[in-house]
T-cell receptor, first 111, second 114 residues
Framework: DAKTTQPTSMDCAEGRAANLPCNHS???????VYWYRQIHSQGPQYIIH???NNETNEMASLIITEDRKSSTLILPHATLRDTAVYYC????????????FGQGTELSVKP | KAGVTQTPRYLIKTRGQQVTLSCSPI?????VSWYQQTPGQGLQFLFE???????NKGNFPGRFSGRQFSNSRSEMNVSTLELGDSALYLC?????????????FGEGSWLTVV
């Protein structure tokens, strides 16, 4: 089973920041938090990942709480093209290339 | 740098037939994983190969199999196809499959079983 809990759906106004929450209360010390998104019928696209510290790249920022039990993915200026299903995944350390996907959050960016 | 490449992109098969899907990982990546995505079950892990050996396996019947070649390219095979095997099959690769190595996905192969 997935080790994360995400809201089923969210709306965001175009140009505003989209903040997508994720709970992972059972995360272990060596497990990474990964975020992917999937636009309809395409392969999942990697967004960002982190272990303990907050991370930022050209796509998004990842804020991980100090106790690591939850995180937030931030898309700073959402566009219509950011409409997708966003998956938060806890990558188990000894599971190699295996990812366990939950249902994700369906983000709708509206004009 | 080329991404993960999957072939074919679309195919239609008849019940009872078998199918082989191919995946070329990102250059230098040695871990290749396969996933099945259906509307009802979502994205599910099939198996992972690393250095030509299956390292992880999901909860799928033995009709689903795979292999990896010395150049890290991988194939998966589904025998005795059933209607429920209609799905998007995704291949993903990473350097060595450890926690900090990002996993990248291909665009998938759409299989329709009729």
């Amino acid at each position: 089973d997935a080790k994360t809990t995400q809201p089923t759906s969210m709306d965001c106004a175009e140009g505003r920041a989209a903040n997508l929450p994720c709970n992972h209360s059972t995360i272990s010390g060596n497990e990474y938090v990964y975020w992917y998104r999937q636009i309809h019928s395409q392969g999942p696209q990697y967004i960002i990942h982190g272990l303990k510290n907050n991370e930022t790249n050209e796509m998004a920022s990842l804020i991980i709480t100090e106790d690591r039990k939850s995180s937030t993915l931030i898309l700073p200026h959402a566009t219509l093209r950011d409409t997708a299903v966003y998956y938060c995944i806890v990558r188990v350390g000894n599971q190699g290339g295996k990812l366990i996907f939950g249902q994700g959050t369906e983000l709708s960016v509206k004009p | 740098k080329a991404g993960v490449t999957q072939t074919p992109r679309y195919l239609i098969k008849t019940r009872g037939q078998q199918v082989t899907l191919s995946c070329s990982p990102i250059s230098g990546h040695r871990s290749v994983s396969w996933y099945q995505q259906t509307p009802g079950q979502g994205l599910q892990f099939l198996f992972e190969y690393f250095s030509e050996t299956q390292r992880n396996k999901g909860n799928f019947p033995g009709r689903f199999s795979g292999r990896q070649f010395s150049n890290s390219r991988s194939e998966m095979n589904v025998s005795t196809l059933e209607l429920g095997d209609s799905a998007l099959y995704l291949c993903a690769s990473s350097l060595v499959g450890e926690g900090g190595n990002t996993i990248y996905f291909g665009e998938g192969s759409w299989l329709t079983v009729v």
